[in-house]
């Protein structure tokens, strides 16, 4: 009776390639992110239609073209906890938006306004300081004695920043801004990466590789979770995979004489590619037939020949250090010897090579947070009840005869951004229609995390800044017999500066 597997179980490893489509192991316990209900990875390829007549009506066998893999996984919005540290997350809105900035060092305030209806807040950092900021950064301004703030950088000239929203007061000299984890838009970066995904941790193995995330949103409601959920295409899917490097692609044998089968350092797609490559590797070495198979019920590899004499000489071969045995599930303690077929010891590990440490910060919830909507001295909170920012790439795929999966790689060629508010209308309030008919621009931020003693808490913190937009939609609707007003925004470039940026504080 085969053994039933857990998804409950299931861990994933999120790791940024160096090459695209050269998948990389994870290597640490923090590239693994906390999974939620609903995660999914899945192979595809594009079908070919074979035009050939079959004598029938029916059609031809249909031919599988390039490689069309996907993913999608959930995770809640949350910083890693630790104040100027990236949470394990990260790399997703990395490939989302294209770059990140971490700041390793606090600034301070020298001297700040608080600006007015028709000119915006500044803040003067020390000499020098203004190199460590720039367009749509977060500061966490520590002003204890006025209440901590979330303002983001709207431009920076020599030490002085302006920002993109006006403040109650100003920051006395000496506080701190914070250290910010800043994702912002790029044009030509959008790493690329790699996800493991060990189904119930033990149970199968999935690899998607060469992806890029290419949609992803954030959704608030008040008082439920501020959660996220991202898509990824990549170029590249293996099932239970096992990596083959200098260290493990040998494998000595004696048919009479000492021989040494070698394969290529890689990461194979599944078992069976692997087993077809040793027995190509050892059938070179001799004239006796060597057959290789991975065995589908036990995990096990089975190695046989039809020679007088065969020996796995895992110990007194020459590679006995860099073989391959330990990998196929062999004890290479001692040489296997005196039959014509051996089977390896153990099944081959599906576990993940880690245990994950997750970000020790809680999710967050949408509630005693701060939302600004309009202009840079539009600073008294918007009473939004829900919202949804979508961010959308175009992927355009490069084609490659010689790659193994038809593509060699591929660049985010464009990006729409859409952010989707509603609220409870107020009434008197026409300046959001006005925005709409006129087609005037409009900001948004959004700061959550947590507080303690009226406080933002930092390393605990999130923000969301979009300094130009348009309304591009605009209703009144029924909310449980309440008027609700509900708006969509569109995001633009202007002057090509950024349009979207997303920060931890």
């Known amino acids: 009776m085969s053994t039933k597997l857990s998804n409950k179980k299931s861990v994933l490893a999120i790791v ?74 990260g790399p997703l809105l990395e490939s989302l938006m294209g770059a990140k900035k ?51 950088v709207f431009s920076v000239v020599g030490d002085v920043l302006t920002l993109g929203q006006n403040l109650f007061n100003a920051p006395a ?28 941790n033990g149970g199968a193995v999935e690899l998607l590789s060469g992806a890029r995330v290419v949609e992803g949103s954030i959704e608030a409601s008040a008082g439920e979770f501020v959660n996220g959920s991202f898509t990824l295409n990549g170029i590249g899917y293996s099932f239970d995979p096992i990596e083959v490097t200098a260290n493990n692609k040998w494998l000595d044998f004696n048919d009479g004489a000492g021989k040494n089968a070698v394969i290529a350092e890689k990461i194979y797609v599944d078992p069976h ?43 007194s071969g020459a590679n006995g250090a860099n073989s391959i045995g330990e990998t196929i599930g062999f004890d290479t303690l001692s040489d296997d010897v005196g039959l014509g077929s051996y089977t390896s010891n153990d099944a081959i590990d599906l576990g993940a090579p880690q245990t994950p440490n997750f970000d020790d910060a809680n999710p967050l919830v ?28 175009t992927k355009s795929d490069i084609p ?37 008919r006129q087609g005037s621009n409009i900001q948004f931020t959004y700061s959550f995390g947590e507080k303690a003693g009226g406080q933002w808490v930092a390393g605990k913190c999130a923000n969301i800044y979009m300094p130009t937009a348009t309304i591009s939609s605009f209703k009144l609707e029924d909310a449980d017999g309440l008027v609700q007003l509900s708006m969509t925004l569109k995001s633009y470039v202007e002057d090509g500066l950024g349009e979207l940026y997303i920060n931890f504080v």
């Open 366 to 393: 949408a509630k005693d947070n701060s939302v600004m909507l309009g202009d840079f001295h539009s600073i008294d909170c918007f009473e939004a009840s829900s919202l949804t920012l979508s961010i959308s790439g």
């Open 102 to 152: 971490i700041s390793a060092v606090e600034a301070t305030v020298v001297s700040a306004t608080v600006g007015n209806e028709t000119t915006r807040a500044t803040i003067t950092v020390g000499v020098g300081q203004g190199a460590l900021f720039e367009r749509g950064q977060a500061l966490l301004v520590k002003d204890a004695l006025n209440g901590y703030s979330v303002r983001n």
């Open 273 to 315: 590619e692997l087993a077809d490559a040793l027995q190509i590797a050892m059938q070179s070495q001799t004239t006796d037939v060597i057959t290789v198979k991975y065995l589908d019920v036990s995990g096990k590899f089975e190695i046989t020949s039809d020679g007088a004499i065969f020996d796995l000489l895992w110990q």
């Open 16 to 89: 940024p390639e160096i090459t695209e489509g050269v998948a990389v192991k994870p290597t640490s316990s923090s590239e693994y992110i906390a999974l939620q209900d609903g995660f999914d990875m899945e192979p595809a390829f594009s079908e070919l239609e074979n035009a050939e007549l079959t004598g029938s009506i029916g059609k031809a066998k249909t031919i599988l073209g390039s490689e069309e893999p996907t993913a999608s996984v959930s995770h809640y919005i949350r910083h890693s906890g630790v104040e100027g540290q990236a949470p394990n997350f």
């Open 173 to 200: 000299s000496a506080v701190g801004l914070g250290k910010a984890v800043l994702y912002k838009p790029a044009d030509d970066s959008h790493p690329t990466l790699c996800a493991w995904l060990y189904r119930a």
């Open 400 to 436: 490659a005869i010689c790659a193994r999966t038809g593509k060699s790689g591929s660049v985010i060629s464009a990006r729409e951004i859409e952010l989707e508010v509603s609220a409870l209308l107020n009434q008197f309030d026409a300046d959001k229609f006005k925005r709409f």
